[in-house]
C-alpha cells in the first residue's frame, strides 16, 4: 500500500540523517536491530517451548558477534569513512586471537544446548554461521545472508500469506530485481573505488534494512505472538 512505501521510504530518510548527525547512534540502532531480526527470524522456526525472545536476542547476538568478532581488522576499515569513534574496536582487534577463542567456544556451548535440545534447525544455522569464519567480511554477511537468513524469511512468507512458491516469487520479483541492480551498483563501485565504497554500502544497506527489519518484525508476530 501507498502508507506503507511512504512508512517504509521515510525510515529510509531517517537512518540516512543519522549517519550523517549520529554515526555512533546509527552504528548501535544498525547492529542491535539486526541481531534481533537475525535472531527472532531464526528461533521462531526452531520452535522454542518458552524463552522465545530471550533466545531470540541471544541468537541473534551471538551470530552477529561470531561474524564480526572474527573481522575485527576489516570493521575498522568500513566504519573509518563514516566518522565512527570506536576505540574498543582497536583493542579487540590488537587481542583477536583471543577474542576468537571466546567467540569459538560460545558457538560450541551453542552446537551443545542444539544438540541436546535435537534442533536440527538449529544446528544448521550453526553450520551455516561456522562457515563464514574464513571468509572476508562483506562475503560472510553476504553468504549467511544469502544462503541462510533469506530461506528463513521465505519460510516465514509462506506461513503468512499461505502463497505457494511461484506466487511468491512473482509478487518479489521486482524487489529482487532492485536488490540485483543496488548489488550489482555496489560492485561496480567497489571495484573502482574500495576504500570509499565499503562505508557508504554499509551505511546504504542499513537504510535499507532498519525499516525491513521493523516490519518483518510486525509480520513475524502476526503468526508467532510470542516471538
Same mark, same amino acid.
Given at each position: 500500500?501507498?502508507?506503507?512505501? #511512504?512508512?517504509? *521510504?521515510?525510515?529510509? %530518510? /531517517?537512518?540516512?540523517? @543519522?549517519?550523517?548527525?549520529?554515526?555512533? $547512534? +546509527?552504528? =548501535?540502532?544498525?547492529?542491535?536491530?539486526?541481531?534481533?531480526?537475525?535472531?527472532?527470524?531464526?528461533?521462531?522456526?526452531?520452535?522454542?517451548?518458552?524463552?522465545?525472545?530471550?533466545?531470540?536476542?541471544?541468537?541473534?547476538?551471538?551470530?552477529?558477534?561470531?561474524?564480526?568478532?572474527?573481522?575485527?581488522?576489516?570493521?575498522?576499515?568500513?566504519?573509518?569513512?563514516?566518522?565512527?569513534? #570506536?576505540?574498543? *574496536?582497536?583493542?579487540? %582487534? /590488537?587481542?583477536?586471537? @583471543?577474542?576468537?577463542?571466546?567467540?569459538? $567456544? +560460545?558457538? =560450541?556451548?551453542?552446537?551443545?544446548?542444539?544438540?541436546?535440545?535435537?534442533?536440527?534447525?538449529?544446528?544448521?544455522?550453526?553450520?551455516?554461521?561456522?562457515?563464514?569464519?574464513?571468509?572476508?567480511?562483506?562475503?560472510?554477511?553476504?553468504?549467511?545472508?544469502?544462503?541462510?537468513?533469506?530461506?528463513?524469511?521465505?519460510?516465514?512468507?509462506?506461513?503468512?500469506?499461505?502463497?505457494?512458491?511461484?506466487?511468491?516469487?512473482?509478487?518479489? %520479483?521486482?524487489?529482487?530485481?532492485?536488490?540485483?541492480?543496488?548489488?550489482?551498483?555496489?560492485?561496480?563501485?567497489?571495484?573502482?573505488?574500495?576504500?570509499?565504497?565499503?562505508?557508504?554500502?554499509?551505511?546504504?544497506?542499513?537504510?535499507?534494512?532498519?525499516?525491513?527489519?521493523?516490519?518483518?518484525?510486525?509480520?513475524?508476530?502476526?503468526?508467532?505472538?510470542?516471538?
Amino acid at each position: 500500500t501507498r502508507r506503507f512505501y #511512504a512508512r517504509y *521510504l521515510g525510515w529510509m %530518510a /531517517a537512518v540516512c540523517v @543519522a549517519w550523517w548527525v549520529a554515526p555512533n $547512534a +546509527a552504528l =548501535l540502532a544498525f547492529l542491535g536491530t539486526s541481531a534481533w531480526h537475525f535472531g527472532q527470524s531464526d528461533v521462531v522456526l526452531w520452535q522454542p517451548k518458552r524463552h522465545a525472545r530471550s533466545a531470540s536476542l541471544a541468537w541473534g547476538s551471538l551470530l552477529l558477534a561470531f561474524i564480526l568478532g572474527q573481522h575485527t581488522e576489516e570493521l575498522g576499515q568500513i566504519l573509518a569513512p563514516l566518522s565512527i569513534h #570506536a576505540p574498543s *574496536l582497536s583493542a579487540l %582487534a /590488537a587481542h583477536s586471537d @583471543a577474542l576468537s577463542t571466546g567467540l569459538w $567456544a +560460545a558457538w =560450541l556451548v551453542l552446537v551443545a544446548a542444539l544438540a541436546a535440545a535435537r534442533q536440527w534447525p538449529g544446528l544448521l544455522a550453526a553450520a551455516a554461521l561456522a562457515c563464514t569464519a574464513g571468509m572476508p567480511l562483506l562475503p560472510a554477511f553476504a553468504s549467511y545472508f544469502i544462503f541462510h537468513h533469506s530461506v528463513s524469511g521465505w519460510a516465514h512468507l509462506r506461513a503468512g500469506t499461505g502463497w505457494s512458491h511461484l506466487k511468491l516469487w512473482r509478487k518479489g %520479483a521486482p524487489f529482487t530485481a532492485g536488490a540485483l541492480i543496488f548489488l550489482a551498483t555496489g560492485v561496480h563501485w567497489a571495484a573502482e573505488e574500495p576504500v570509499a565504497f565499503a562505508g557508504t554500502f554499509f551505511a546504504a544497506l542499513s537504510a535499507i534494512s532498519i525499516p525491513h527489519i521493523l516490519a518483518a518484525h510486525r509480520f513475524i508476530r502476526l503468526s508467532h505472538p510470542s516471538a
